[in-house]
């Protein structure tokens, strides 16, 4: 059984900058891609980026330019770099990893940014 523990959401203001951390753990076979979604009340969630195994990236159009995905093989961990946050993105995010025997979401970190 894989878990994932996420971390670093919080409240920043507009402009700012957060880093979002998301570590998995458990029994890991085999680890392919890692992403980043978003969800908001009354809304569905929704993709904001996603990185492969091998590197290639995959963002929503609203977040290029001012998010980074990154991941750490070696420490099963997936990484959101958020710069120049904006009050839309205020939302709480999910990390996903697709792994065997079932892709695994995360419990959500909240995000508020404030303008």
């Known amino acids: 059984q894989v878990q994932l523990a996420e971390s670093g959401g919080g409240l920043v203001q507009a402009g700012g900058s957060l880093r979002l951390s998301c570590a998995a753990s458990?029994?890991?076979?085999?680890?392919?891609?890692m992403g980043w979604y978003r969800q908001v009340p009354g809304k569905q969630r929704e993709l904001v980026a996603t990185i492969a195994k091998g590197g290639n990236t995959n963002y929503a159009d609203s977040v290029k330019g001012r998010f980074t995905i990154s991941r750490d093989n070696a420490k099963n961990t997936v990484y959101l770099q958020m710069n120049s946050l904006k009050p839309e993105d205020t939302a709480v995010y999910y990390c996903?990893?697709?792994?065997?025997?079932?892709?695994?979401w995360g419990q959500g970190t909240q995000v508020t940014v404030s303008s």
């Open positions: 458990g029994v890991i076979f085999a680890i392919n891609a």
């Open positions: 996903n990893v697709d792994t065997l025997p079932h892709p695994v």
